[in-house]
């Protein structure tokens, strides 16, 4: 007896030729002029000494977490410098800055509007479970389709994958306000934007925060894996390492991806740790004032 089997894939790719077919165009277009920015912010920024963008991410790491994080951070970029891979630093980094900054502006609404409406967060829960699950080589196909080669494809595909975690953990931080204090500001007469910015926001900004630091580590992570789609920085040089069989390559490069990575998720968990101080200290003098400000 033959069984039935659902053409899902079939489906998929007649949705995909079919977006190919009618708005081939418009994809170029986004492509290209996303590409030609990229492209110009490269630019720019290997026109800069190296010992000055060293210098920058010093002095952020020391005042966001202090002498020893400023010191391991030098010390590594001096390394990265010393293999000859600063360009591929630089190419890194740009991918994980553009893909961390979309996902953040698209994820950090969505967490909102879930937390903000039961009905989307019911519908939209899923579509995080999917995307947060779905080995992250398949995203490498559409993208490839949709905008060729290079580092606008593997940002596309970054976001999809890097995404979920700011968007659960901003609509989980917002869901957290305890009810006291959002009776407070029902009381006061606030409106819905003011209980936003002023109440909400402010008190489940370390739990946003973790979650963009895990949205930065999952764009990272993405740093080899794109680099099979025309990606350039580490990725390009651990898969050549992997393709010619040249251990110490793939050694160099991946060490690289690991100093960037420590860097990034030590900055951002400083940030994380002044922002829940700075919470902590704010939220019962600020809360008063914003309730006599909403009255007024």
């Not at 720019?44 to 202090?66: D, E, Q, R």
């Amino acid at each position: 007896m033959k069984i039935y089997r659902l053409p899902l894939g079939q489906w998929v790719n007649v949705g995909v030729d079919w977006l190919l077919k009618n708005y081939g165009h418009t994809f170029d277009l986004f492509s290209n002029g996303v590409k030609s920015f990229i492209d110009q912010f490269k630019t720019g920024l290997t026109v800069l000494p190296w010992w000055l963008i060293l210098a920058v991410f010093v002095v952020i790491a020391w005042k966001v977490s202090g002498w020893r994080l400023a010191v391991g951070t030098g010390l590594g970029l001096i390394l990265i410098f010393d293999l000859g891979l600063w360009p591929a630093f630089l190419d890194t980094l740009v991918l994980v800055i553009f893909s961390a900054l979309v996902s953040i502006f698209i994820g950090v609404p969505l967490g909102i509007l879930a937390a903000r409406s039961n009905n989307f967060h019911r519908i939209f829960t899923p579509l995080l479970d999917f995307m947060q699950t779905m080995p992250s080589f398949v995203y490498l196909i559409p993208a490839l389709m949709f905008f060729g080669l290079g580092t606008v494809p593997a940002i596309f595909a970054t976001v999809i994958f890097a995404m979920p975690p700011v968007t659960r953990l901003t609509d989980l931080g917002i869901r957290q306000v305890p009810v006291e204090l959002i009776e407070v500001g029902e009381a006061f007469g606030s409106t819905p934007r003011q209980m936003l910015w002023k109440i909400q926001l402010p008190i489940a900004l370390p739990t946003i925060m973790a979650g963009i630091n895990q949205t930065l580590m999952l764009s990272l992570s993405m740093v080899v894996i794109s680099a099979m789609i025309g990606a350039e920085g580490f990725g390009a040089g651990v898969l050549q390492g992997i393709s010619q069989m040249d251990i110490g390559k793939g050694f160099e490069n991946g060490l690289a991806v690991v100093i960037l990575a420590m860097v990034l998720d030590r900055m951002s968990q400083g940030i994380i740790k002044r922002g829940a101080a700075g919470a902590g200290k704010r939220r019962p003098r600020s809360l008063a004032k914003d309730s006599v400000d909403s009255v007024d």
